[in-house]
């Protein structure tokens, strides 16, 4: 078990440098090709640090594994709203969010009533894939339409934050070098701490849901938060979002393009309709309240500490 304990120190150092890496070299980009930084959280921000999921989740439909494979998605977009929005809150609450973040909130409420749509017919079939693959498409073209028709979208340089890279060069490496980290450190992540938790005995399904899903949201993590200790609220929140969009449609659609993935009863009676609620809630607060403080965060954490609590009792669910 040690060498599987040196696996996970190795990818949480992996996670936070890489974390580091893309949050600079992002911001940077947006600021140089006049992209404001949500779009920026929301794209390439969002759906690089989705890219672990992305791997696990084709790696589990391909060996067979449909109980991590789904898992993986739906515990990482509960992992990425009530754990990391609230670790990120501790850092520095999120405020004055832009209205597109409230826009793409609603994007993602839609994922999840499909995906809960698609689980009561027991499979997610490769038809079913290439719809949800094709629903990303279009949002994606939605998303950059809206930002291009968006008066003052740009970004300009703001007194009091990160320090960049200089050129647009070093940006694109950064960002590229981010990529390449994040990637190697949430795979020994999700390596040591999958065969930890099989050595333990514990099921497919609890793996995808909490360790694999905690696992890969680690870039998600690592990002919202130094994101919100330099103060990017949109990119912080458009990170979250972006990425549970993106689990969806993007990594359940190619996953089941590849090979379809039968959905249990327990994600239809549970674990699915969590992972509704928890979104509708967050979209609630990023259209009703002024900011997500510190007794929320609270809430949150005790939230997710319930829910994997529930995971873990036998005879909870």
Do not use: H
Not at 25 to 51: H, P, Y
Not at 85 to 113: K, Q, T
Not at 295 to 315: D, E, K, R, S, W
């Amino acid at each position: 078990m040690g060498f599987e304990i040196l696996l996970i120190a190795a990818g949480l150092c992996g996670l936070f440098f890489g974390g580091e890496l893309l949050l600079r070299g992002a911001v940077t980009i947006s600021r140089n090709i006049g992209i404001s930084e949500l779009l920026i959280g929301l794209t390439i921000v969002g759906f690089g640090t989705s890219m672990p999921e992305l791997l696990v989740s084709v790696k589990a439909a391909m060996g067979g594994q449909p109980g991590i494979a789904i898992g993986n998605v739906v515990g990482s977009n509960i992992a990425n709203v009530i754990l990391i929005v609230a670790l990120a809150a501790f850092v520095r609450p999120p405020e004055s969010w832009s209205r597109s973040v409230r826009r793409d909130a609603l994007v993602m409420i839609a994922a999840s009533v499909a995906l809960l749509a698609l689980a009561a017919f027991g499979l997610v079939s490769r038809l079913a894939g290439g719809a949800l693959v094709a629903a990303l498409a279009a949002y994606l073209v939605f998303a950059l339409r809206q930002e291009r028709a968006t008066p003052g979208a740009s970004v300009e340089a703001e007194a009091g934050t990160a320090r960049p890279p200089a050129s647009f060069p070093v940006a694109i490496a950064s960002l590229l070098g981010g990529f390449v980290v994040l990637f190697l450190g949430a795979g020994w992540l999700v390596d040591g701490a999958t065969a930890i938790a099989r050595q333990s005995g514990i099921s497919e399904a609890v793996i995808g849901l909490t360790i694999v899903a905690v696992g890969t949201s680690l870039p998600e993590l690592a990002t919202s938060v130094l994101a919100a200790f330099r103060g990017k609220t949109d990119v912080a929140l458009g990170n979250i979002v972006g990425s549970n969009i993106f689990n969806i449609l993007g990594i359940l659609g190619v996953a089941s393009l590849i090979a379809p993935i039968p959905v249990a009863d327990q994600f239809l009676r549970f674990d699915i309709p969590v992972m509704l609620a928890i979104a509708i809630l967050f979209g609630a607060a990023l259209v009703f309240a002024r900011k997500i403080g510190r007794i929320p965060a609270t809430a949150m954490l005790l939230a997710y500490g319930a829910y994997v609590f529930a995971q873990f009792t036998p005879g909870a669910i």
